[in-house]
């Protein structure tokens, strides 16, 4: 991968542990079902007009939104409303990875290599040392906002199973047609659990310093993170393998948590760190590509959807 391309996945890794200090800011405004919404309703309008639909089974495409969309979002916005530390959001929903591997074992019937058996072991491990920590009774943030986060991983991984049975003709208008999904089961979901009243005291009282700061958040997450990372990610992977480009990936919980200790004051701790890097370096192992024969061919580019932003 030659340097440009680099820095480029590189300013991803940032614009992506960057969005998770903006989810914090945001939801110091509106509550979570009803953002996860409103995210999803600002690219889910132009998308109607302006982008064509690829051509997947409608099934496909209605299972990313719901894993992806619904299920990873729902979890993840609450698990942060609850209390779960930014910076360790950013790191726990890394077991997306293992649970994809789990979840194409069992749905789709994929082998399972040694590689990949040792990977998502030392991953859980680290996310088991997690969450007995935040069991404990000097955990700030508790067992339920873990778990929470935990879930929604195992939404994206859903989304991620879906999207390689859709094989789009184009990744980016599949991610971008997966946020039509979520909007109306959000907003019903908002208004049964968030209530009227929270989603309409959200709505007035937008021209305070918090909303400004929220409504900041949420322009960042939708138009930065989103149209711009994920824009420049899917342009990675049409020009290089993806075992090249995804390992970039594995900087987000680096950013995340390094933006949120200076910024947010949150300050992890040492064990917490510790069992992040065992968590980031199972995944590491259990997503690296098998290193190919000399008469393999090369690793083509991925035809499954890009990763959102979270």
Sequence with gaps: MPLRDRLLALTVAV???????????????????????LRFALLAVPTLLLVPRPRVP?????????????????????????????????????????FTVLLGAAWLRERISARQALGVSVAICGLGGIAALRASDGASAGLLPVVLTLCGGLGWAFGNVSSRQAHPDS?????????????????????????????????????????????GGLAFTVLVATVVGSGIWTTLLARHPSGVVAPFSMLVPVVGIGTSWAFLGERPAVAELALGAVIVGGVLVATRPPRPTRAAPADPAPTTAPALAP
């Design 15 to 37: 614009l992506w542990g960057l969005n998770f200090p903006a989810i914090h800011l945001s939801l110091q405004q509106f509550p979570p079902f009803f953002l996860v919404a």
């Design 58 to 98: 409608v099934r496909w495409l209605l299972g990313y939104g719901l894993g992806f969309g619904v299920l990873q979002f729902a979890f993840l916005y609450l698990a942060m409303d609850v209390g779960m530390p930014t910076g360790l959001a950013s790191l726990v929903l890394q077991a997306s990875a293992p």
């Design 171 to 215: 990744p980016m208008r599949f991610m971008l047609w997966m946020s039509v999904v979520p909007p109306l089961p959000m907003l019903a979901l908002s208004l049964v659990v968030d209530g009227p009243a929270a989603i309409g005291h959200s709505l007035t009282t937008l021209s305070t310093p918090t909303a400004a700061w929220a409504l």
